[in-house]
């Protein structure tokens, strides 16, 4: 973070550097607790020159979300080679170390901060979750999803929003195990409608087909082996 340096910037570079300093602080306390007074401060700038680039806090809040927002999204692009649990594995550690770096940041995207409500808000949280929602289409190479796939996808983006939420209000749950488990949501999910869509039945198959048995999909075979054997889902230790 910048702090007492002053230097002349042109206005973009001024304005890039303000919503820098606003997403970090942002990200290290609720925006609630950020005064227009400590950007200034962490910029090395008056409090007039930050009203000079920005008209209010809440227009600046804004700008920091939208870099949040578009760096959140990128979290979700992922190479298409190699089997797809493997593939969500990684996407996972990506948007988890998002979070755990932007906790108080993405708990204002997401739940509501001194924009709450806004239009331009709920703009920037619809595109990142239409942004992962298209990445995961792209990687079961879909392009007109089953109403059932469409609905199994959506509603794992908002699962993995909602247990990153959840986890950090405490942490109480190891992040590699959340992580993993959700990947396991995904195939659960995806399994349950395939049951009744001969279409997404067709896709399962031929993920499950690409998966090596000591992948994340052959791991939560064996899990729910064990449970329907009666035993204990004791964890398979996992390669690093």
Do not use: C
């Not at 927002?69 to 990128?74: G, R, W, Y």
């Not at 797809?84 to 940041?105: A, S």
């Amino acid at each position: 973070m910048t702090t007492g340096v002053r230097r002349r910037m042109g206005v973009d570079e001024r304005r890039q550097q303000l919503i820098g300093v606003a997403l970090e602080l942002f990200s290290s306390r609720s925006p609630d607790e950020v005064s227009i007074d400590e950007i200034a401060a962490a910029a090395g700038i008056s409090r007039p020159l930050v009203y000079h680039y920005f008209p209010g806090k809440q227009s600046l809040y804004e700008a920091a979300l939208r870099r949040a927002a578009d760096e959140l999204a990128e979290r979700f692009v992922e190479p298409h080679e190699g089997p797809l649990g493997t593939r969500l594995l990684r996407v996972m550690g990506r948007f988890f170390d998002f979070v755990e770096d932007h906790g108080p940041g993405f708990s204002a995207l997401m739940r509501g901060g001194p924009a709450a409500g806004s239009s331009t808000t709920n703009a920037m949280i619809d595109g990142v979750r239409q942004a992962a929602y298209e990445q995961i289409l792209a990687h079961l190479n879909v392009e007109a999803p089953s109403a059932r796939l469409e609905l199994v996808v959506r509603t794992w983006v908002s699962l993995a929003e909602a247990t990153a939420l959840l986890w950090l209000d405490g942490k109480r749950v190891p992040r590699a195990e959340l992580e993993l488990q959700l990947v396991h949501d995904f195939a659960a999910l995806a399994a349950v409608s395939a049951a009744y869509d001969q279409e997404l039945a067709t896709i399962v198959l031929r993920v499950i087909e690409q998966e090596p048995p000591d992948g994340p999909f052959g791991e939560l075979l064996v899990r729910l082996g064990m449970l329907t054997a009666g035993a204990p889902a004791v964890p398979p230790q996992r390669q690093p």
